[in-house]
């Protein structure tokens, strides 16, 4: 079946614009999350979602960013304001529940590129 | 703070050699361990998972992963590497089963032929 896919894979922007980031999960799969991955870094958490809800927005970097999730399937992910630091491969996965046993599928990413 | 670290950056072997890629964790309590790989332009995936039970665990393709408590460690392995196994590989963790993953710095791997 299909896989997470994301929307765009690239996108390039100017210092001070807002982007939104599109992430279409595996359908069923109830729990959803955002993570980045800076150059030369391993991933960071940003949030979860289970089912439309984010009990967990610990990861959110700074209150330009936020994330909704609509009929427990696609999630956006936006960056207000954007910054040369917001740079980075923003990836998203799903899995079955938010069970800690249950795999994370993860998506091909965005690139942001902030100029 | 909790975290995973992975010693090595950068690995090149030749085929047919051994691999032991190195992860350790920070954490006293319970953890759930993951190898993650990223072969060029794909997807990661998961290689292999430890949650309990016997502690050498066997994932997809020939690699397996040791969970030795005592040294917090959960190092990758495979007997004998292909030129296939070029990729870049991340150690990653879940404390207390929560949901977030911990994640190393990844190690890229470059088998030569």
């Known amino acids: 079946g299909a896989g997470v896919s994301q929307s765009p894979s690239n996108k390039v922007t100017e210092k001070g614009k807002d982007v939104e980031l599109r992430c279409d999960p595996i359908?069923?799969?109830?729990?959803l999350y955002w993570y980045r991955q800076s150059l030369g870094q391993g991933l960071e958490f940003l949030i979860y979602f289970q089912g439309n809800s984010a009990p967990d927005k610990s990861g959110l970097p700074s209150d330009r960013f936020s994330a909704e999730r609509t009929g427990g399937s696609v999630s956006t992910l936006t960056i207000q304001r954007t910054q040369q630091e917001d740079s980075a491969v923003y990836l998203c996965?799903?899995?079955?529940?938010?069970?800690?046993?249950?795999?994370?599928?993860f998506g091909p990413g965005t690139r942001l590129t902030v100029l | 703070a909790q975290s995973v670290s992975q010693h090595n950056h950068h690995v090149i072997l030749s085929e047919a050699a051994s691999l032991e890629l190195g992860c350790n964790y920070s954490?006293?309590?319970?953890?759930?361990l993951f190898w993650y790989v990223q072969y060029p332009g794909q997807h990661l995936q998961l290689l292999l998972k430890?949650?309990?039970?016997d502690p050498l665990v066997k994932g997809i393709k020939g690699f397996e992963a040791e969970f030795i408590k005592s040294k917090f460690s959960f190092n990758l392995r495979k007997p004998s590497v292909q030129w296939s196994d070029t990729a870049e590989y991340f150690c990653a963790s879940l404390m207390d089963s929560n949901y977030q993953l911990i994640w190393g710095a990844g190690t890229k791997l470059i088998i030569k032929p």
């Open positions: 359908s069923g799969h109830t729990a």
């Open positions: 430890y949650f309990s039970g």
């Open positions: 996965a799903s899995s079955k529940s938010g069970a800690s046993y249950n795999e994370q599928f």
């Open positions: 954490y006293g309590g319970t953890v759930n």
